[in-house]
């Protein structure tokens, strides 16, 4: 059974850092991409990375970059997003996603129609 599980989201204040973590079960790293989106209360859903499955090639939005670090521990099975220097808009609910059917051109990374599997995501609030 496939599953994506989030953790490590919470409440911090402007300025801080936290570490959300995506424990991937029924399916390994090594030959699937992982990405985060988050979602806000009233917007839409947005891609905040990814990383690749073979070469561990990153993408970010423009939101994230410089602020946000993707990586992988293919053994642990888990991807993790780093986030520093968070700010009261990084309020959101974060989401990790793959696809498993068919491969996803790394240019498409961004829209989550790409993605057949999903977490039930982790909030993260940042206080101003």
């Known amino acids: 059974q496939v599953q994506l599980v989030e953790s490590g989201g919470g409440l911090v204040q402007a300025g801080g850092s936290l570490r959300l973590s995506c424990a991937a079960s029924g399916f390994t790293l090594d030959y699937y991409a992982i990405s985060w989106f988050r979602q806000a209360p009233g917007k839409e859903r947005e891609g905040v990375a990814y990383?690749?499955?073979?070469?561990?090639?990153?993408r970010y939005a423009g939101s994230a970059a410089g602020r946000f670090t993707i990586s992988r521990d293919v053994a642990a099975n888990t991807v993790y997003l780093q986030m520093n220097s968070l700010k009261p808009e990084d309020t959101a609910r974060y989401y990790c996603?793959?696809?498993?059917?068919?491969?996803?051109?790394?240019?498409?990374?961004?829209?989550?129609?790409?993605?057949?599997?999903w977490g039930q995501g982790t909030q993260v609030t940042v206080s101003s």
């Open positions: 990383i690749h499955e073979s070469d561990d090639s990153t």
């Open positions: 996603a793959t696809r498993l059917a068919g491969r996803m051109p790394v240019s498409r990374w961004y829209y989550g129609t790409e993605y057949d599997h």
